[in-house]
């Protein structure tokens, strides 16, 4: 079984961004970036059900700029043995990366496509689902265990109140939760045999996929500021606040 | 122009959020049906006919949508579809799940997490944890969206809507196994008016208990941090963050919480933030309202011992 890992290169986890003066949009110029969290999971995942013998290879994929390789080179030195590349200098919505990976999907014949389930710069949650519905393939959100046993796969999903397992015919498409796995650290070595493995570039056009504009960011606004606060220097100043000025309890 | 509405519930009970996400509608303006999908659902949509603002209730009542699977329901909502200009739901795991399978099918773009309301087209949403405000202009010819409740208050219950059923029940390749709820008492986390969390502070599950009596005291709910799930110390649906559920009450009490980026993302629109932290370089106290520096085992059972 072939299992295909859409990643994406984002902003690292760490990094406060900051709106630019303009409002045209957040400042990323010479920030650190990253595998996004979610897509590490699922390249974990992926790799794992590999080391296991369920899956025969793993494809990582990712639609972006020529930096975008950095990641997927990453990727690789986690375990995935070849790249696809995406090239576009556009930034595309959910809805368009969708149907560029469904075409990668479609070309690799991919039986598992696992996604992380959200990036932390979009914060959409759409892809996976979008996906899946464009190729009209059940799909099991927010995994935190993930099982394949023969042509079925079987998710424990993490819902609002608690867990859902749900069990599906492969093809399927799976998006990964935080508490799926703890994704592994690249060794040097690994990072060095990344290098030779392969990384094909694909074009837009190439993969015959024709995109449309969806929609319009018109600004991007800094949050309001929350006004200091004061410390306290007792648990009865905290009460007496709270019940008084505040009003709260 | 229509909208509809897809209703939050487990069944017996219509959720909070499905009056919330009808707030969200009615700022859009237009006539806005609520859909309750789901399994012997009457109490539901009951409860959905009375929201304020709502003027039909359809509902689909099979054993198929019992547990809200995103294959079926999002074709039932793709079946109503052609009536309605707006499609939305309340950013919760079932509207997270389905609500992106319905844009694909329609072939537009979904907005995510929705706090704000500008027109018939353009709302605002948060990007990047919640560091900064997009307001997004949607050029498709149907809006479909998903709403985060905290950010609207919800609807009386004045009203009378219609009621409709819908015949079709679609199948989904998707099978059903089971699922585990956690048992609570308290009140559920999206809706609370008080909230107290723990971190890695707490130090062990056990040590939940105090928080838990704290949060008794209070009529509150009981939220965590990423690194309290993680650790096992509660279950991973308490979880308050970027990842987990995003709050908004009118008092959040952060125990033992450094005050990560995600874990702000989740909890910085609460109107009052009370940090208690030994480390008084947390990050949690900037944007406390009030911070108490002190060691939780002493400030808390203090605390209860005030209450």
Do not use: W
């Not at chain 1, 859902?164 to 799976?174: C, D, E, H, N, R």
């Not at chain 2, 909890?267 to 933030?273: A, E």
């Amino acid at each position: 079984m072939k299992v295909l890992v859409p990643v994406k290169r984002v902003v690292d986890a760490n990094v406060k961004v900051r709106v630019k003066a303009d409002h045209s949009n957040v400042d990323t110029a010479n920030l650190k970036m990253a595998l996004n969290p979610f897509c590490e999971i699922a390249v974990e995942e992926a790799v794992r059900l590999k080391e296991a013998g369920i899956a025969t290879e793993v494809v990582v994929v990712s639609v972006g700029t020529k930096a975008v390789q950095e990641q997927l080179r990453t990727a690789m030195a986690l375990g995935a043995d070849r790249a696809i590349h995406v090239e576009t200098d556009e930034e595309l919505v959910p809805l368009s990366i969708a149907k560029l990976l469904l075409a990668v999907q479609q070309k690799e014949q991919a039986q598992l496509v696992v996604f992380g389930k959200q990036s932390i710069d979009g914060d959409n949650n759409q892809t996976g689902q979008m996906m899946a519905a464009l190729a009209d393939m059940p799909q099991a959100t927010f995994a935190s265990e993930v099982k394949v046993e023969g042509d079925n796969i079987v998710v424990t999903r993490e819902i609002d109140g608690g867990l859902q397992t749900l069990k599906m015919p492969l093809p399927a498409v799976v998006s990964v939760d935080l508490r799926l796995n703890e994704p592994r650290y690249a060794s040097l070595p690994n990072i060095m045999k990344a290098k030779r493995k392969p990384l094909d570039v694909h074009t837009i056009a190439d993969l015959g996929v024709t995109l449309k504009a969806h929609q319009t960011v018109l600004k991007v606004t800094p949050p309001a500021e929350r006004k200091a606060g004061i410390m306290v220097s007792s648990v009865e100043e905290l009460v007496e606040k709270l019940r008084n000025e505040a009003k709260v309890i | 122009m229509s909208i509809l509405v897809l209703a939050e519930h487990d069944n017996a009970h219509l959720k909070a959020d499905t009056a919330k996400v009808v707030a969200a509608a009615s700022a859009i303006g237009g006539d806005i049906h609520v859909l309750v999908a789901g399994h012997q659902c009457a109490e539901a949509a009951k409860t959905a006919q009375a929201l304020t603002g709502v003027t039909k209730v359809i509902v689909a009542d099979s054993a198929v949508y019992a547990n809200h699977l995103a294959e079926n329901l999002g074709k039932l909502i793709i079946g109503l579809s052609a009536d309605y200009s707006h499609i939305l739901s309340a950013a919760s795991s079932v509207g997270k799940d389905t609500l992106p399978r319905v844009a694909a099918l329609l072939d537009v773009a979904q907005i995510s997490e929705v706090i704000g309301i500008e027109s018939a087209d353009t709302f605002i949403r948060p990007i990047y944890a919640g560091n900064a405000l997009a307001t997004v202009q949607s050029l498709d010819a149907k809006k479909v969206m998903t709403v985060r409740s905290s950010a609207f208050d919800a609807v009386a219950s004045t009203g009378s809507a219609e009621l409709v059923s819908v015949g079709d029940a679609l199948d989904a390749r998707t099978e059903f196994v089971s699922q585990t709820l956690t048992e609570s008492a308290r009140p559920e986390l999206g809706n609370a008016g008080i909230i107290v969390s723990g971190g890695r502070g707490m130090g062990s599950g056990e040590n939940f208990a105090i928080l838990e009596q704290l949060a008794d005291k209070l009529g509150a709910a009981v939220g965590a941090s990423r690194a309290a799930v993680d650790a096992g110390f509660v279950p991973n649906d308490l979880q308050v963050g970027q990842t987990g559920k995003i709050v908004a009450p009118d008092l959040y009490i952060a125990v033992g919480i450094s005050g990560a980026i995600q874990h702000l993302a989740g909890m910085k629109d609460s109107k009052v933030i009370v940090a208690i932290n030994k480390d008084p370089e947390a990050p949690i106290f900037q944007v406390a309202d009030y911070g108490l520096e002190a060691d939780l085992f002493d400030a808390i059972p203090a605390l209860n011992n005030l209450l």
